[in-house]
């Protein structure tokens, strides 16, 4: 990050993640927390700053210890977990704070309590979706994997290959949900959600806690787990949620995004040894690839179908085995995966050889967001 202290990574944890585990949010977020404390060797008494994504930091730092707390926020609206972690980054840069904890608790709800009601007063966005039954996430990635098919190369067997490619890793990922083996048939055997979304194609739902911890490169050096460097981040939004409206729906804030974090470094997308690109849709991550430019336009399909995102691949990609199959923790575990990979010797049979730069991107549509992370 240009300007300010260099910060860096030095803890990460998660909850014991499962579905309708029927614990509290408070619950997963004390586990995720300490968890990444013990992991950095730190006390709750180190701790200066929060920042979550949902859920109250002060009633989350009163629960956990951290006080007093020289600086705290709650995101709203934004790219998932990625936003309280650029905060987070940036309040150790500045010195708002000297070590800082970016939290995620999510508990999986039933699908009717995420029905909305439509038709009157209804504004922005709103208006276009819900009266039409365009309620939920799924639908609108529905629409959007459609046009992205019409526009280009990529077919549903490249999408099934996708999949295989990130059970996969998920496979030799003791904290992933779904682990069991996964053919191209079983994916095209799975139900439509919102055609051609299939089951496969959408991330996982469960009750989960992620704790991520930044502090200074002075700090890091004395602490218990190898630094993981934050070199450069980015948030873009171009527009608001009716994207699927636009003209161009495929290449999206993505492209944006990814100006802006080349931009703040000497680094390129040559240089990456792994991607954590977020897939709460599959078809999301496809369209990172495409932003990124390690194939043409168009043609992500047949990138992945080529063994480009596998381990041997031209960009690892998802080596965790995204959240089609860790499960749904809103980028959060992507985060984890690229520490734990650039750290060394930490992700097992999914280790990339020598990983010294990972790209860590989330979301798509109206915002997004990106960190690229440095091994050195």
């Known amino acids: 990050m240009r300007g ?13 993640a499962g579905r309708r585990t029927g614990l509290s949010e408070r619950h997963h977020a004390a586990q995720a927390a300490r968890a990444a404390l013990a992991d950095a060797g730190l006390e709750s008494a180190d701790i200066d700053g929060l920042t979550t994504w949902g859920g109250n ?3 989350f730092a009163h629960m956990l210890g951290f006080s007093p707390l020289r600086w705290h926020l709650d995101v709203g609206i934004s790219p998932a977990f990625i936003s309280p972690a650029i905060h987070a980054a940036h309040a150790v840069a500045s010195g708002q704070a000297d070590v800082v904890v970016a939290m995620r608790v999510i508990l999986q709800q039933p699908s009717r309590a995420n029905l909305w009601a439509g038709g009157t007063g209804m504004a922005f966005d709103a208006q276009f979706q819900h009266p039409f039954g365009d309620l939920m996430p799924a639908q609108w990635a529905g629409l959007l994997t459609n046009r992205y098919l019409h526009e280009s190369d990529a077919t549903e067997e490249d999408f099934a290959n996708f999949a295989v490619t990130q059970r996969g890793y998920a496979a030799n990922n003791p904290e992933a949900l779904l682990r069991e083996p996964l053919t191209a048939e079983d994916y095209l055997a799975a139900p439509y959600i919102s055609k051609p979304l299939r089951l496969l194609d959408c991330d996982y739902p469960c009750d989960s806690g992620a704790a991520v911890i930044f502090t200074t490169e002075q700090r890091a050096r004395d602490l218990r787990q190898k630094p993981v460097f934050v070199e450069a981040t980015a948030l873009s939004a171009i527009h608001d949620m009716t994207f699927e409206l636009l003209p161009d729906m495929v290449r999206t804030s993505p492209v944006h995004c990814l100006q802006e974090l080349w931009s703040n470094t000497d680094l390129t997308a040559a240089d990456l040894d792994c991607a954590q690109l977020y897939d709460g849709f599959s078809v ?6 495409e932003a990124l430019g390690v194939c043409e336009p168009g043609q992500a399909g047949p990138f992945v179908s080529s063994g480009g995102t596998s381990l041997t691949g031209a960009l690892p990609t998802n080596t965790d085995g995204g959240a089609c199959n ?7 575990n992507f985060c984890i995966e690229a520490t734990r990979q650039l750290r060394g ?3 097992g049979e999914r280790q990339v050889a020598d990983a010294e730069v990972a790209l860590w991107a989330n979301a798509v549509g109206p915002f997004t967001g990106a960190m690229l992370l440095t091994g050195s």
Do not use: E, F
């Open 345 to 347: 010797g930490q992700s």
């Open 4 to 16: 300010g202290r260099r910060v860096a990574i030095v803890g990460v944890g998660y909850s014991d």
């Open 57 to 59: 930091p002060i009633d």
């Open 326 to 332: 860790v499960g749904r923790r809103h980028g959060a």
């Open 284 to 289: 999301i991550t496809l369209q990172w690839l």
